[in-house]
């Protein structure tokens, strides 16, 4: 049976629902809650040759314009994060709202345009940042195998940034940076609850 266009609305309620409880747990500091964000991204924009959107079900993916909050020049930055000094130590958040939008953009612009290029001059666009967590490192699925590329940005801090992450290091005690994925996803997820709420609010 073919689910309903009441189903559907419903599905997205439910989704919208994940977005707002799952960023608001990585908010207050569980970093883990953007392998669950992930999921809902991809549940909501991403597209197989076997797999349908929610977003694409509901007949509105094409009509969107999503929020852009890219900051520009994506080479050598975190994407989409910033680093936050908290009195001991800098670590990855995303700005969410404290950020300056760009020019909304539709669907592929928006998933595939590059944010991130790292010392390695590897590429990153949003898709190459949610899919990873959602589809190997454990949102839905472990892959006991990594792209290079993504794991020396998760793994080896391919952006040669350096921060101070541990309090007990002293004064100038810097460490490779942490990855920003998960602080890039949590901003995407933004960008896609903003997108909905925005422009498909009689829905919600």
Not at 47 to 64: I, N, P, Y
Not at 104 to 131: C, N, Q
Request: hydrophobic share 40%; charged share 25%; glycine share 8%.
């Amino acid at each position: 049976m073919r689910q309903s266009p009441e189903d559907l609305v419903e599905h997205l309620r439910d989704q919208v629902v994940f977005l707002r409880v799952s960023g608001a747990a990585f908010d207050e500091g569980v970093e883990a809650e953007a392998k669950r964000l992930a999921v809902t991204i991809r549940v909501l924009v991403h597209d197989t040759g076997s797999s349908h959107s929610l977003l694409k079900q509901l007949g509105v993916k094409d009509q969107l314009r999503f929020v852009n909050t890219q900051p520009g020049d994506p080479e050598g930055v975190p994407g989409l994060a910033r680093a936050v000094w908290n009195g001991d130590v800098w670590r990855w958040a995303a700005p969410l709202a404290d950020w300056m939008r760009g020019k909304p953009l539709a669907f592929s612009a928006w998933w595939e345009t590059a944010v991130i290029v790292d010392r390695k001059t590897s590429v990153f666009d949003r898709r190459g940042l949610v899919l990873p967590l959602a589809h190997k490192e454990g949102g839905a699925h472990v892959d006991p195998d990594l792209d290079e590329a993504y794991a020396a940005l998760s793994r080896l801090n391919s952006l040669g940034w350096h921060m101070r992450q541990d309090p007990t290091a002293g004064p100038g005690g810097m460490q490779p940076a942490r990855s920003s994925v998960p602080a890039n996803v949590r901003q995407i997820a933004w960008e896609v609850q903003k997108t909905i709420e925005e422009q498909l609010s009689q829905l919600l």
